[in-house]
């Protein structure tokens, strides 16, 4: 479990990066969009993935969701 609890940081410092946003930003979106557990149940793929691919996954995610809404 600790790569994984390491791969979600580095999921979020990458997305606070690339977006500009910082922390707390990137947090509050992620808990609000579940993508913690989106990051979990999609790691075998994602962290075969650089930092900004991962980032356009995330947000193409959150799109969806959006229109699931």
Request: one cysteine or more.
């Amino acid at each position: 479990m600790n790569d994984k609890i390491d791969f979600i940081a580095y999921c979020l410092e990458e997305y606070k990066a690339v977006k500009n946003l910082t922390g707390k930003e990137v947090i509050t979106l992620f808990i609000k969009n579940n993508i913690i557990d989106y990051i979990i149940s999609c790691y075998g793929v994602l962290h075969t993935m650089g930092g900004i691919a991962i980032t356009e996954d995330i947000d193409s995610f959150i799109r969806d969701l959006q229109i699931v809404k």
